[in-house]
Nanobody, 121 residues
Framework: QVQLVESGGGLVQPGGSLRLSCAAS????????MGWYRQAPGEERELVAA???????RYADSVKGRFTIARDNARNRVYLQMNSLKPEDTAVYYC???????????????WGQGTQVTVSS
């Protein structure tokens, strides 16, 4: 069973920083786009940032200039550096990989279990 394991969430004061990481529990290849989504209580899940296999990135308008997404293709990991955090960034953050292959099996739209980020004084 493939798992996407997120880490790095927690409680931080407004203006602070956190770095989220996501890694697959097994070796994966042919990885396409990796991304981060978030869901606040009572809200729909929304895209925060994504990066494709060529390194092109896209961000939600609300995080541009504050968050940076990066990936390590050799280790198939994706990171989200979050700076200047605001209370409205509080949410559960989910890692997503849209396509990959593991042990000869093709996977699509795969999600991690989520990690809580709370921004509060």
């Amino acid at each position: 069973q493939v798992q996407l394991v997120e880490s790095g969430g927690g409680l931080v004061q407004p203006g602070g920083s956190l770095r989220l990481s996501c890694a697959a529990s097994v070796s994966i290849n042919s990885v396409n786009t990796m991304g981060w989504y978030r869901q606040a209580p009572g809200e729909e899940r929304e895209l925060v940032a994504a990066i494709n296999s060529g390194g092109s990135t896209r961000y939600a308008d609300s995080v541009k200039g504050r968050f940076t997404i990066a990936r390590d293709n050799a280790r198939n990991r994706v990171y989200l550096q979050m700076n200047s955090l605001k209370p409205e960034d509080t949410a559960v953050y989910y890692c997503n990989v849209d396509r990959f292959i593991a042990s000869g099996t093709y996977y699509r739209d795969y999600w991690g279990q989520g990690t809580q980020v709370t921004v509060s004084s």
